[in-house]
Nanobody
């Protein structure tokens, strides 16, 4: 059974950094686009970043561009989201997700088939 498990969330002051990790198991995701989404209280889940199955293409939401960086290590079945210069508005539950195989970098959450349970990120001012 395919599983995505996020870790690395926590409480950090504004301007600080966190690195989220998404560990996959149960099947290989080396041919899948991997993405991160977030959901703040009372808001819809929104796209944060995605990386193609080859690792050659990345896409970021405008709100995190230049501050967040996404990478993958398929040998370790892991995807990383490095978050720098965090702001209070980055506070949310962050979810790791995967598309079906060989789909390009996409922002629409409906195109992501596999989801983790989420990890809380809280940024204090």
């Amino acid at each position: 059974q395919a599983q995505l498990v996020e870790s690395g969330g926590g409480l950090v002051q504004a301007g600080g950094s966190l690195r989220l990790t998404c560990a996959t198991s149960g099947r290989t995701f080396s041919t899948n686009t991997m993405g991160w989404f977030r959901q703040a209280p009372g808001k819809e889940r929104e796209f944060v970043a995605a990386i193609s199955w080859s690792g050659s293409d990345r896409s970021y939401a405008d709100s995190v561009k230049g501050r967040f960086s996404l990478s993958r290590d398929d040998a370790k079945n892991t995807v990383y989201l490095q978050m720098n210069s965090l702001k209070p508005e980055d506070t949310a539950v962050y979810y790791c997700a995967a598309t079906l195989s060989f789909l390009g970098v996409v922002h629409d959450l409906k195109l992501y088939t596999y989801w983790g349970q989420g990890t809380q990120v809280t940024v204090s001012s």
